[in-house]
C-alpha cells in the first residue's frame, strides 16, 4: 500500500464520520481523528465524537488523548497522528485521517514548521485590554491564512496568533511540503450553505434532546473544568457554560450555537479552498471512485 493516506474533511455537520466509515469497511482502512475538540476526553456530544456503534468495529485513533483542563498544541498532535499512521501502515490497512481542523490536517499531510516565540507576557497583557473583535481584524491583516483557521471569538486564540504576527511581522510559516512525503488523496465533502443551515441545526437539536449536551456540560464543570476554559472550547460549550453561568438565556444559547456553527463552518471553508489539491464529492460513490482510480 506504500505510503498511501486517504483524508476525508469538510464543514462541521457535513457527513465527514458516516462517510469516513463507510469507506474504511470498503478498502480495509483504519481512521485517524483530526479534530481539534475530539482529543480531549469527556467531550462527547458537544463534539460530536463518534460512539462505539457507529464505529462498527473500525478501530479509530486520537479520541480521549488529552485532559480537558490541559492545552493541545498541533505540535504533540501531528507527533501523534503519524505514529498511528505508521501503526496502520504497519497492518498493511489504509491510514484515512477525518476531520476538520485544517491546520491538524495539514500538519499530517504537509508537514509543518513552527516558528518558537516564546510568550511576551507584556504585549499580552496590552492585548486583553483591546476588544476581540479589533484584534481579530489586525490578525487578518497580518495573517490572514491563521485568522482564516481560527475560532474569531477565543481570546486565547487569537491573541496568540496575533502575538506570534507581530513578532515576526507577518505570516508564521506553518508548511513545508517536502516533508511528510504522503501519497496523500484529499477528499472534501461539499454541502450548499443552505444544506449545512439545516443539517447543524437537526445535530443540534439532537444533542439537545433530554437536555444531554447540558448535562455534559454540568459534569464536565464537576469534574474540575473551570467556566472559563469550557468557554475557551468554543461553540457548544461556550454557550452552553454561559447559560449555565445565567449569562445568556436558552434562546439565546440555541440561537448562539447555531450562528457560530454556521460562521465555524465558513471559516472551514475558507482554510478548504486555499488548497486546490482537495477533490470535492457529493456522495459516497463519487468518494470511491476517487479512491480506487489514485
Do not use: C
Not at 88 to 110: C, E, H, R, W
Not at 256 to 284: G, L, P, V
Amino acid at each position: 500500500m506504500n505510503n498511501k493516506l486517504v483524508v476525508i474533511l469538510g464543514p462541521t455537520a457535513s457527513g465527514k464520520t458516516d462517510l469516513s466509515v463507510k469507506i474504511a469497511k470498503k478498502f480495509n482502512g483504519e481512521i485517524v481523528s483530526a479534530d481539534s475538540r475530539q482529543i480531549y476526553k469527556g467531550l462527547n456530544i458537544g463534539s460530536g465524537k463518534i460512539t462505539k456503534k457507529e464505529m462498527q468495529g473500525v478501530p479509530h485513533y486520537l479520541l480521549d488523548v488529552a485532559n480537558a483542563k490541559t492545552r493541545f498544541s498541533v505540535i504533540r498532535y501531528r507527533k501523534l497522528a503519524l505514529r498511528a499512521i505508521k501503526t496502520i501502515q504497519a497492518k498493511n490497512k489504509l491510514p484515512i485521517l477525518v476531520g476538520g481542523t485544517g491546520f491538524y490536517i495539514q500538519s499530517v499531510i504537509d508537514g509543518i514548521v513552527i516558528t518558537e516565540v516564546k510568550p511576551d507576557w507584556a504585549l499580552r497583557h496590552k492585548l486583553e485590554n483591546q476588544q476581540l473583535p479589533d484584534l481579530f481584524k489586525r490578525l487578518q491583516e497580518l495573517d490572514p491564512v491563521r485568522a482564516a483557521g481560527i475560532d474569531s471569538n477565543n481570546p486565547r486564540r487569537v491573541i496568540r496568533a496575533l502575538e506570534v504576527a507581530l513578532k515576526l511581522g507577518g505570516p508564521a510559516p506553518t508548511a513545508n511540503p517536502t516533508k511528510s512525503g504522503f501519497d496523500a488523496l484529499q477528499i472534501g465533502v461539499a454541502k450548499s450553505q443552505e444544506d449545512l443551515k439545516k443539517l447543524i441545526h437537526k445535530r443540534l437539536l439532537k444533542r439537545l434532546v433530554n437536555n444531554a449536551m447540558i448535562n455534559e456540560v454540568k459534569k464536565l464543570h464537576k469534574s474540575g473544568l473551570a467556566w472559563k476554559r469550557l468557554e475557551e472550547l468554543g461553540l457548544e460549550y461556550r454557550f452552553v457554560a454561559q447559560y449555565l453561568q445565567h449569562k445568556i438565556t436558552y434562546r439565546e444559547m440555541t440561537d448562539n450555537i447555531q450562528k457560530e456553527s454556521e460562521h465555524y463552518a465558513k471559516r472551514q471553508m475558507t482554510w478548504f479552498k486555499r488548497d486546490k489539491r482537495i477533490h470535492w464529492i457529493k456522495n459516497y460513490r463519487e468518494a470511491e471512485r476517487l479512491i480506487k482510480n489514485n
